[in-house]
């Protein structure tokens, strides 16, 4: 089946430094990808779609100067965490689409700001 | 508007008996309907996925879900629970004549597979 790979898959950064985490679709080319944030024991929230070559769309309430999307190729789209802080701390985990319908995602990544 | 409902936080079954997750869905069109399988401080894998023809689908690791229009329905079920399922389930909708449209997820239900 689509792979997914997520980099890295855990850091700890200091409180307003960036961060940036990586999306890939290994054996499948996906002009869709989606980032979601996961709080414990919750569901997934949509943060934004990340189209490639162009802008991502977030959705409300998502900072997109907090979180920057680039998707800058068929099998990369990167979510940058700006001026992180403690409340920043989350699984955030991508997916991509792969034809019409299925979302392959992610193993996520976890980060924790102190 | 789409939404996804899974009436059960948490399910708790013993091991070899089968096991039933429950997830209700509304969408303003015709559905496609996705389970996904969560194993602590991992991402989504599929299970499996209805997008037309017939109503029992089958998926992995001995997994089906059967669509039921008429109850808006996509419950998932397995004949004989392994305590290797427990993990935490999504039900996912999207109308398929919403190609841009992201999936919405329902809020997950806890499966516990006793000894």
């Known amino acids: 089946g689509a792979v997914v790979s997520q980099h890295p898959s855990w850091v700890i950064c200091k409180s307003g430094t960036s961060v940036k985490i990586e999306c890939r679709s290994l054996?499948?080319?996906?002009?869709?990808m989606f980032w979601y944030r996961q709080f414990p024991k919750q569901s997934l929230m949509l943060m934004a779609t990340?189209?490639?070559?162009?802008?991502?769309?977030?959705e409300q309430g998502v900072e997109k100067d907090k979180f920057l999307i680039n998707h800058a190729s068929l099998t990369l789209s990167t979510l940058t965490v700006t001026s992180a802080h403690p409340e920043d701390s989350s699984f955030y985990i991508c997916?991509?689409?792969?034809?019409?319908?299925?979302?392959?995602f992610g193993p996520g990544t976890r980060l924790t700001v102190l | 508007a789409q939404s996804v409902a899974q009436p059960e936080d948490q399910v708790n079954v013993a091991e070899g008996n089968p096991l039933t997750v429950k997830c209700t869905y509304s969408?303003?069109?015709?559905?496609?309907l996705f389970w996904y399988v969560q194993y602590p401080n991992r991402g989504l894998q599929f299970l499996l996925k209805?997008?037309?023809?017939?109503?029992l689908v089958k998926g992995s690791y001995g997994f089906e879900a059967e669509f039921n229009k008429s109850q808006t329905s996509f419950h998932l079920k397995k004949p004989s629970a392994l305590v290797s399922d427990s993990a935490l389930y999504f039900c996912?909708?999207?109308?398929?004549?919403?190609?841009?449209?992201?999936?919405?997820f329902g809020p997950g239900t806890r499966l516990s597979v006793l000894p």
């Open positions: 209805y997008i037309t023809g017939d109503n």
């Open positions: 990340s189209n490639e070559g162009s802008k991502a769309t977030y």
């Open positions: 997916s991509a689409r792969a034809g019409e319908d299925t979302q392959y």
């Open positions: 969408v303003s069109g015709n559905p496609y």
């Open positions: 054996d499948f080319q996906a002009t869709t």
């Open positions: 996912a909708v999207r109308d398929i004549h919403n190609y841009g449209q992201n999936f919405v």
